[in-house]
Structures are given as C-alpha cells and as structure tokens.
C-alpha cells in the first residue's frame, strides 16, 4: 500500500515537474502551480494522516490488553461426548498391579465407645506374652508432630487421646507391632460442643474426592463404583461438569469458598487459611460436626507452597496422622517397610482414610455433619493406579448407603481434573477430558418425592454446562434448607453459581459459569494438517512465547526449538474481532495465512522433548494473542531442576542437562 502511493506520487511529480518551465501562459503556469504545490501538499498531508491512523492502529495491534472476545466463551455450551474407550487412550489403559500390604492384621482396634482392644483372633499372630506402651501425638503445626513418652498400655482400655501410636515388644523385647490408631471417642466424656440433628429438612453433607478423577476415567477405572453410584443410589451424573482452575487448587477454592483463586487475599500463599471465608468457616455450619481430610503430606491442596492452617480446620482433621506416618515405620510382626508407598502396615494407605471417615460418620451418628475427603495418592501420578480403589471405594458407599448415612445426607462425589499429565493427557480425547471432572450427587429419596421440581431441575442440570461454583451454591441451598423456592420459574443463567437443585439455563455459557475461556470444552474444533503455512506460523509464535518466559534465565536454561508439530486445530467462525476503526485500517496492512480465529497446536520442543498445548488467538500473521497459560502435556521429570521459581519448571530445560 505505502509503495503504491509513492508510485502514484512520483506520476503527478511527472505530469507537472519534468515539463517545468516549458509551460508559457499564465493559466498554464497557475495550473502548474496548482499541480506543483497543492497536490503534493494534498498528498503530502493524507500521507501524513494515513501513517498517523496506521502507526496508532499498529500500537493499538500490538497492545496484548485487546483481547479478542470468542463468542464460543459466550454461546451456548456444547458439550463435547467422547468415549471414555477411545482407542487413542486404550493403548495407555491397563491392570495396575495390585497393591500388596502386609499380611499381618492389626493387633489392635478401636471399638465404637473409643475402647482400645486387642482383637482375639489376630493375636496369634504376634505371641501371647506381650508389652505394650502407647504414645499420644501432640499436632505442633501443619508441618510436624510430637510424640509423648511411652506409657505402660494394658487394654481393653479408654484412652483420652484422638490420634496415639502403640508399640507392643513380646518376651525377647522385640518390637512386633508399632502402628497408629484414632479414638473419635476421645472426649466424649467431656464434649464442649454440641451438634444440630439431621432432620427431614436439614440435611448432612458428605464430599468425597479424587484428584484427577474425569468422568471417563471414573468409567475406566471404577467401573463398579460407577455402577453402583448410577443403578443403585440413583446419583445424578452430571455430563457438562468443567474445570474453572489448571489444578486442584483453584478448582478446590471455587468449591468451597465460592470465589476464584484470584479473589483471595492477594497474599493468601503466605498466609494460614483459617481465617479464609471457607465453607467449614461459615455460621450456618456451626451446628455440624465436620471433617477435613487429604492425603499426600507434599501436594495436600492449602499447604503445596502454601501455609496450611494454624489450628485445627475442622472438627476433626486426617492431616497430623499423615505426618505421624512420615516419623514412624510400622511393624506388623515385622518391620513393613515395603510398598510404603501405597501401604501403611496391613492397610492401604487411601484405605486408612475411608476409615478415618466411616469413623467420624459413626462418632456423629445422625448428627449434622460435614465431612470433606480427597484423595491424591491413588489417582494422581498414575492413570492405571485408580483401578485399586474400585473395590474399597464401592464398598465404602455400600457401607454409608447400608447402614443409614444416608438418609438424611447429601452425597458429592467428584473429581477435580481429568488427567493432566503423560500420554493420555497428550491426546485429543485425553485433553477434553482433562477439562471435564467427574460430579455425581446423591440425594435422600424421600426430598426427591417431596420437592419433585427439585428432581426435575436436577435432572435437567445432569445435561447442563456447571462448575464448582454451582456445587457451593448447592451446598449452600441444603445448608439453608432452601428446597421450596426451587419450582419457581426463575431460570438462572447469569449468576456465576447456581445451585444445582435450581434450573440452570439451557444456553448458559462458559462465560457465565465463571469457567475461564481456556478450560472451555464447549465447542467444536476442525483439525487441521500440520504442514499448513498458519499451523507454522502460529507454532512459531507459540515457540516464542515459552523462550520469551525463558528470556531471564538464559544463563541456565536452554532455548527451546520446534522438533515436531504433533496436532493442530481451530474453532473455526466464532471469533468475534474486537476491532475498532484503526484496526480495521492497520489489518489492511496485515498478511494472512490463514482464516481467523481460536487455533489450538501441540508442539514438541528440544531439547527437552516437551510437548506444549497452546491456544492463540489468530487474526493475521502479525496479530496472535495466548488465550490462557501454555501447558505441558507431558512430565518433566528433573530436567528443570536449576530453576526455583515454579512457573518456570515446565518449561526450563537446564543447560547443565544438554
Ligand atoms: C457475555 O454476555 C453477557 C450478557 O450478554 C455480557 O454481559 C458479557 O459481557 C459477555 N461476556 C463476554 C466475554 O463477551
Ligand atoms: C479382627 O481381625 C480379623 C482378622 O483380620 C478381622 O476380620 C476383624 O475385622 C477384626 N476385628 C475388628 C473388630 O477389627
Ligand atoms: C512447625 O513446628 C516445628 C516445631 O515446633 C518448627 O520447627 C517448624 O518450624 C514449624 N513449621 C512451620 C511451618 O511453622
Ligand atoms: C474437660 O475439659 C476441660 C476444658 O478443656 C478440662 O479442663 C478438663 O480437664 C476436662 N475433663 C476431663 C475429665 O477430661
Ligand atoms: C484470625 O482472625 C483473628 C481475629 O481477627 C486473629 O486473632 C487470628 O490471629 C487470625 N488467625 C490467623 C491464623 O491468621
Ligand atoms: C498434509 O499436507 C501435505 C502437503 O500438502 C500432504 O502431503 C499430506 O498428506 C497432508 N496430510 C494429511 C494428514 O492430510
């Protein structure tokens, strides 16, 4: 364009300045002039204009803050079906080997009075003549415990204690058992507190979770779980369940506070949550019993580089069991040492947990309770592990349905993420799913029949697009015991939390759900071949965002390059363009590959062997935008072990390496 209008320049300096001087009449002259000076000045100003329309059109381009507004974000979720046996993932999928603990059964149990008792039948195994001691465990913080002095123990006995160890020596004085045990009974002499009753109408809540649990992978790999959660509890299975948070974090925050991650206190990482407005926090739960559990001491979700909590969250709280495991190594007859991953002595360690849970559920029996568990273990770092639990985690809810938890309770069992990481992750199917988490609820049959709109409305929202903003406000509806307002007319779309006993709208998009564009399953993608010029272009682009990130650290950390370009696609015809006037201007200037519009590309890099899931927001070769953050499909391992900062360790590969 510029050079056209110097071409048509030089042709009017032609016309007039070349023959100049040869004209004689004054009209000719005058009209020289007027060519000689006006026109060029004409010109010389609308260049002037035209570069200052295209120099503000270009900082206006270049200006990251105009996003580009997808009208997918904003439209009508359409949720994405694939199939949990998709070929693709199958090839990953397989038996796990079991998880084998020690054979020897604990020597001792608590019964449901909070006595400690030797169990007769397991005696055998450890010799009649037999020395015990016990110690208390005293929480210090969240990071450490303290053991108390041995004390001589001679069950059956009370003892005042919630969490203690028991170390028992037989005749040679060699240690035969040495294992953990809690006493939910412990102060029931002594209760300060007393609960609120369940009731026809205030109703307890149980939550039960997984890390990494989609609903595919529910289907996958607790398959027995699933079937008795569909056929027999009659759980609503909700099929538009999204991710609004990378991790367990900010999905876990959503669930129980009602915020975003990003409307906590801006230094929350380096302050205790116990003061944060967390649901167990909240007046109306005063008159509930409550429980807090998570495995995994290093990533449980409020103290992976975070502070944790101060005091006691809850009622009762899982975690310093945890870290009395870490100080101790159990003996059951033997020293067990083995498996110590998965096996805490004869039990299995996410077993130990249900068993803290089925526990409280027994102190409080019929009591109002609230009882939060997750557990990260089993399904966190390997795809396959999850099927161990099937059995275990079947029979704990056939145990809650059984003998009576439920009747007067609402169940939540959910996940927080697909599978984020390794080779299921790196698929296509494998990354959907990643968005979409597992949510069935459970509730009490005779509400279903008293509040049939309630039923209705749940069943509709099963095929609706929520998130965990919507189970906070579920919560908050059973809490309140607003069950009647909900055959109202009101359709909610708009509030970012809808409980889900109310109708949700039909259209409600990912926008309203507060499910940020990037974790927005809804719609539908074109591939594309990878060999096309704008595929290129944009994964150049996206290439140069990770070494841009790099840039600070270039002393230790490798520039990365493009080996492969696994997959490309687009969301083709939704992207809306933010333009403004100049905009428009500038884009005449612009050279296109290709067509605009949402591209998603999965790039390998070296050396590293990353391989990176970016969107970009495509508009024209010089106009890309990132939509969200790049994430790595596959581990990392050590490879970014020189670096501290934790946003850099997917991507640092440390020049130490290369
Ligand atoms: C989505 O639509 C709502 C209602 O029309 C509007 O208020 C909101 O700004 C829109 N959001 C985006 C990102 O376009
Ligand atoms: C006692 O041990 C047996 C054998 O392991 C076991 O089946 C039983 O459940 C135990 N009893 C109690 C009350 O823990
Ligand atoms: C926890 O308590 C121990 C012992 O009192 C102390 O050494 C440690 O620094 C504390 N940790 C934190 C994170 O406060
Ligand atoms: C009961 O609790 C109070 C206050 O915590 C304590 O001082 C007292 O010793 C307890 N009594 C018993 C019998 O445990
Ligand atoms: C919580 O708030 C109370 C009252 O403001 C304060 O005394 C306490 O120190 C806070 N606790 C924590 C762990 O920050
Ligand atoms: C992609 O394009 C290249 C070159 O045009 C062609 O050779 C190749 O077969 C195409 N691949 C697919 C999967 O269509």
Same mark, same amino acid.
């Given at each position: 364009m510029k050079s056209k209008f110097r071409k048509s320049h030089s042709s009017y300096q032609e016309i007039c300045c070349s023959r100049e001087g040869t004209y004689v009449t004054i009209s000719k002259r005058w009209k020289c002039f007027r060519i000689k000076h006006t026109r060029p000045c004409l010109l010389l100003c609308l260049t002037v204009v035209f570069f200052t329309i295209f120099m503000i059109s270009t900082v206006i381009v270049t200006d990251e803050t105009q996003y580009l507004l997808l009208s997918n974000h904003n439209a009508t979720c359409k949720l994405p079906v694939t199939d949990p046996f998709d070929p693709n993932i199958m090839k990953y999928i397989f038996e796990p080997d079991p998880i084998v603990c020690s054979q020897f059964p604990p020597l001792m149990y608590v019964d449901t009075s909070g006595i400690l008792r030797i169990n007769q039948s397991t005696l055998i195994h450890y010799g009649l003549d037999l020395s015990c001691m016990y110690q208390s465990i005293e929480r210090l913080n969240d990071s450490d415990i303290r053991f108390g002095p041995e004390v001589k123990l001679e069950p059956p006995v009370f003892l005042p204690n919630f969490y203690f160890r028991v170390i028992c020596r037989n005749e040679k004085s060699k240690i035969v058992y040495d294992n953990l045990h809690f006493n939910f009974w412990w102060n029931i002499k002594n209760e300060t507190k007393s609960f609120g009753v369940e009731t026809e109408e205030d109703l307890s809540i149980f939550v039960f979770g997984l890390d990494s649990l989609s609903r595919s992978q529910t289907i996958r790999k607790l398959p027995k779980t699933f079937e008795y959660m569909t056929k027999k509890l009659n759980i609503y299975d909700f099929k538009g369940f999204l991710k609004v948070g990378l991790n367990t974090f900010p999905n876990l925050i959503p669930l129980l506070s009602g915020k975003h991650v990003e409307e906590l206190p801006a230094d929350h990482e380096s302050k205790f949550f116990d003061n944060m407005s967390l649901i167990w926090n909240?007046? /109306?739960? /005063?008159q509930y019993a409550t429980l807090y559990a998570e495995d995994k001491i290093e990533y449980s979700t409020f103290n992976m580089n975070k502070q944790g909590f101060?005091? &006691?969250? @809850? @009622? #009762? #709280? &899982?975690r310093p069991i945890l870290l009395a495991m870490e100080k101790m190594k159990p003996v059951f007859v033997e020293l067990f040492d083995k498996e110590r991953n998965f096996c805490f002595g004869h039990t299995k360690r996410f077993q130990l947990q249900i068993d803290f849970y089925k526990t409280f559920l027994q102190r409080h029996e019929k009591k109002l309770r609230f009882a939060f568990s997750w557990l990260n273990q089993l399904s966190h770092d390997n795809i396959n592990m999850l099927g161990n639990g099937d059995d275990s985690i079947r029979e704990f809810l056939m145990w809650m349905k059984d003998s009576g938890h439920l009747e007067r309770a609402i169940l939540i069992f959910l996940g927080d993420h697909g599978f984020r990481m390794g080779d299921v992750a790196t698929t296509f199917v494998g990354r959907i799913e990643n968005n979409m988490p597992f949510l069935g609820i459970y509730i009490p049959t005779f509400v279903k029949e008293k509040y049939p709109g309630l039923h209705r409305n749940l069943v509709d929202n099963t095929r609706r697009l929520v998130s965990a903003f919507d189970i906070f406000e579920t919560m908050q509806d059973i809490m309140h015991r607003r069950y009647k307002q909900n055959d109202a007319n009101t359709v909610y779309r708009h509030s970012r939390g809808i409980s889900l006993l109310r109708p949700v709208h039909a259209a409600r998009s990912c926008d309203d759900a507060g499910v940020p564009e990037v974790f927005c399953a809804c719609y539908q993608t074109t591939s594309l071949n990878t060999t096309l010029n704008v595929v290129q272009i944009i994964a150049q682009f996206a290439l140069d965002s990770i070494n841009k990130l790099l840039k600070p650290k270039s002393q230790i950390c490798a520039e990365l390059s493009i080996r492969s370009i696994r997959e490309a696609s687009i969301i083709p015809s939704t992207l809306e363009k933010a333009n403004g006037v100049y905009d428009l201007i500038g884009n005449l200037f612009r050279t296109k590959s290709g067509i605009s519009g949402r591209y998603i590309i999965l790039i390998e890099t070296y050396p590293g062997e990353g391989l990176f899931e970016v969107m970009i927001d495509y508009e024209n070769d010089q106009k890309m935008v990132l939509v969200g953050e790049i994430s790595r499909l596959n581990r990392y391992g050590k490879q970014s072990h020189c670096v501290k900062d934790s946003s850099l360790f997917q991507f640092c590969y440390c020049l130490d390496l290369v």
């Amino acid at each position: 364009m510029k050079s056209k209008f110097r071409k048509s320049h030089s042709s009017y300096q032609e016309i007039c300045c070349s023959r100049e001087g040869t004209y004689v009449t004054i009209s000719k002259r005058w009209k020289c002039f007027r060519i000689k000076h006006t026109r060029p000045c004409l010109l010389l100003c609308l260049t002037v204009v035209f570069f200052t329309i295209f120099m503000i059109s270009t900082v206006i381009v270049t200006d990251e803050t105009q996003y580009l507004l997808l009208s997918n974000h904003n439209a009508t979720c359409k949720l994405p079906v694939t199939d949990p046996f998709d070929p693709n993932i199958m090839k990953y999928i397989f038996e796990p080997d079991p998880i084998v603990c020690s054979q020897f059964p604990p020597l001792m149990y608590v019964d449901t009075s909070g006595i400690l008792r030797i169990n007769q039948s397991t005696l055998i195994h450890y010799g009649l003549d037999l020395s015990c001691m016990y110690q208390s465990i005293e929480r210090l913080n969240d990071s450490d415990i303290r053991f108390g002095p041995e004390v001589k123990l001679e069950p059956p006995v009370f003892l005042p204690n919630f969490y203690f160890r028991v170390i028992c020596r037989n005749e040679k004085s060699k240690i035969v058992y040495d294992n953990l045990h809690f006493n939910f009974w412990w102060n029931i002499k002594n209760e300060t507190k007393s609960f609120g009753v369940e009731t026809e109408e205030d109703l307890s809540i149980f939550v039960f979770g997984l890390d990494s649990l989609s609903r595919s992978q529910t289907i996958r790999k607790l398959p027995k779980t699933f079937e008795y959660m569909t056929k027999k509890l009659n759980i609503y299975d909700f099929k538009g369940f999204l991710k609004v948070g990378l991790n367990t974090f900010p999905n876990l925050i959503p669930l129980l506070s009602g915020k975003h991650v990003e409307e906590l206190p801006a230094d929350h990482e380096s302050k205790f949550f116990d003061n944060m407005s967390l649901i167990w926090n909240q007046k /109306s739960m /005063s008159q509930y019993a409550t429980l807090y559990a998570e495995d995994k001491i290093e990533y449980s979700t409020f103290n992976m580089n975070k502070q944790g909590f101060l005091h &006691f969250p @809850t @009622t #009762y #709280y &899982f975690r310093p069991i945890l870290l009395a495991m870490e100080k101790m190594k159990p003996v059951f007859v033997e020293l067990f040492d083995k498996e110590r991953n998965f096996c805490f002595g004869h039990t299995k360690r996410f077993q130990l947990q249900i068993d803290f849970y089925k526990t409280f559920l027994q102190r409080h029996e019929k009591k109002l309770r609230f009882a939060f568990s997750w557990l990260n273990q089993l399904s966190h770092d390997n795809i396959n592990m999850l099927g161990n639990g099937d059995d275990s985690i079947r029979e704990f809810l056939m145990w809650m349905k059984d003998s009576g938890h439920l009747e007067r309770a609402i169940l939540i069992f959910l996940g927080d993420h697909g599978f984020r990481m390794g080779d299921v992750a790196t698929t296509f199917v494998g990354r959907i799913e990643n968005n979409m988490p597992f949510l069935g609820i459970y509730i009490p049959t005779f509400v279903k029949e008293k509040y049939p709109g309630l039923h209705r409305n749940l069943v509709d929202n099963t095929r609706r697009l929520v998130s965990a903003f919507d189970i906070f406000e579920t919560m908050q509806d059973i809490m309140h015991r607003r069950y009647k307002q909900n055959d109202a007319n009101t359709v909610y779309r708009h509030s970012r939390g809808i409980s889900l006993l109310r109708p949700v709208h039909a259209a409600r998009s990912c926008d309203d759900a507060g499910v940020p564009e990037v974790f927005c399953a809804c719609y539908q993608t074109t591939s594309l071949n990878t060999t096309l010029n704008v595929v290129q272009i944009i994964a150049q682009f996206a290439l140069d965002s990770i070494n841009k990130l790099l840039k600070p650290k270039s002393q230790i950390c490798a520039e990365l390059s493009i080996r492969s370009i696994r997959e490309a696609s687009i969301i083709p015809s939704t992207l809306e363009k933010a333009n403004g006037v100049y905009d428009l201007i500038g884009n005449l200037f612009r050279t296109k590959s290709g067509i605009s519009g949402r591209y998603i590309i999965l790039i390998e890099t070296y050396p590293g062997e990353g391989l990176f899931e970016v969107m970009i927001d495509y508009e024209n070769d010089q106009k890309m935008v990132l939509v969200g953050e790049i994430s790595r499909l596959n581990r990392y391992g050590k490879q970014s072990h020189c670096v501290k900062d934790s946003s850099l360790f997917q991507f640092c590969y440390c020049l130490d390496l290369v």
